[in-house]
């Protein structure tokens, strides 16, 4: 069991830069993958980004080279640099944890924890 805690959403405006972090309890974080998922109002949840239990990392297209999924397993914390954001970068952002990772770390019910979701909104 494993309970999610996202912080760091916001406004701000385009071209901006936000951090989003997830702090996780217990003691196996190590041993989860770890995503960002995210939804706007009237879309369906989308795939950001992932990391490995080993640190290999996953991006949407969409957010390629703008976005920095991390990790730091000493202190429970997986993160989302978000660079160059964009208006359509707003929606709610979810982390979320995948205990048994076989999958592409890609799909929302590959995962078996979620936390409440951070909002940012970016204007234009």
């Known amino acids: 069991q494993v309970q999610l805690v996202e912080s760091g959403g916001g406004l701000v405006q385009a071209g901006g830069s936000l951090r989003l972090s997830c702090a996780a309890s217990?003691?196996?974080?190590?041993?989860?993958?770890m995503g960002w998922f995210r939804q706007a109002p009237g879309k369906e949840r989308e795939f950001v980004a992932a990391?490995?239990?080993?640190?290999?990392?996953y991006y949407a297209d969409s957010v390629k080279g703008r976005f920095t999924i991390s990790r730091d397993n000493a202190k429970n914390t997986v993160s989302l640099q978000m660079n160059s954001l964009k208006p359509e970068d707003t929606a709610v952002y979810y982390c979320?944890?995948?205990?048994?990772?076989?999958?592409?770390?890609?799909?929302?019910?590959?995962?078996?924890?979620w936390g409440q979701g951070t909002q940012v909104t970016v204007s234009s």
């Open positions: 979320a944890a995948d205990q048994v990772p076989i999958g592409t770390l890609r799909r929302p019910y590959e995962y078996e924890y």
């Open positions: 217990g003691r196996t974080f190590s041993n989860y993958a």
């Open positions: 990391i490995t239990r080993s640190g290999g990392t």
